[in-house]
């Protein structure tokens, strides 16, 4: 189901079962809520929950989204975004990407989310290429991870298995980027995996009370390429 160009949409109390595509597309939409059930087998490619561009005011609620791909995935040009009380799994997470395009992906809240046996939790990915977009503005706040792979990760060496790797710097600028109130259990030793761009670091990334463990044990963190702050109690520690 696709909706393009289009303002003030209500999608709500819809179920879409085995899509053999994206479930839900959103492109050039303003000032839009959905709220739905989305369900398709964990190892069917590319059928994305919700994928949204190119659009701004949108709010995505109340909604169980397990499928093979992306649970909700925020692409170019979106702005103003909401998402909030999700439950995702399987799946490969939330995800935030950037492009080519410089609109970028700004101000964005992400909050009250259960990710459950999925390949990420809190994603912000983008190509290893030039570019001239940006991710800036993001608050991942309230967020649950049980048996995750990869809880909170920032990936900007982005290529999907079999794919051709450019194998450059990103130019997609990462910034302002809050974790708050961040807690569960990771399926993979490192918990917090931030693979920043060499040509430009992300800058201002925030922890704020995150407790992640793997096998009732400290997890892991890995940053390369970024900076930020710490504060509360932050585990695994992330030298930022």
Known sequence: MGFYNSNKVLVSGLSSLNSQFFHIILDGCQNTRVG???????????????????SSGITIANSHIGTGDDCISLGPGCSNMWVENINCGPGHGISLASSVQESGVKNVIVKTVTFSGTE????IKTWAKP???????????????????????????????????????SGVRISDV?????????ATEVAINFDCSKKYPCSRIILEDVNLSYKDQPAMASCINAGGSSSGLVEPKAYL
């Open 36 to 54: 739905v059930k989305i369900s398709a087998p964990e190892n069917s490619p590319d059928t994305n929950g919700i994928h949204v561009q190119s």
């Open 120 to 123: 990420n939790g809190l994603r």
């Open 131 to 169: 570019c001239n977009g940006f991710v800036a503005g993001v608050l991942f706040q309230h967020a649950v991870m049980i048996n995750v792979q990869n809880p909170i990760i920032i990936d900007q060496n982005y290529c999907p298995s079999g794919g051709k790797c450019p194998g450059q710097a």
């Open 178 to 186: 809050t974790y708050q109130d961040v807690h569960g259990t990771s």
